[in-house]
């Protein structure tokens, strides 16, 4: 039987999964191809905390509403 907080990871997974198959969520080389970022800006704006990310499983997503270039990240 699993505890509460094994159902509630499991379940923050699953959605999450569902996030990134909707687009929702980005990894970081599809959200700076679609945000015109390079790699070390997005690193520095993450750093910074300008932009944040979330973990699902081991890899790093970013909300796909920060990618939009008309956004000013300063």
Do not use: H, T
Not at 17 to 42: A, I, N
Not at 45 to 72: K, Q
């Amino acid at each position: 039987m699993k505890s509460w907080v094994e159902a509630a990871k499991l379940q923050a997974n699953e959605y999450g999964q569902k996030l990134v198959r909707q687009d929702e969520l980005l990894d970081p080389k599809s959200f700076c191809k679609r945000s015109g970022m390079s790699e070390s800006e997005l690193q520095d704006a993450m750093r910074e905390g300008r932009l944040f990310g979330l973990e699902i499983g081991d890899v790093l997503y970013l909300p796909a509403f920060f990618a939009e270039r008309s956004l000013n990240r300063d």
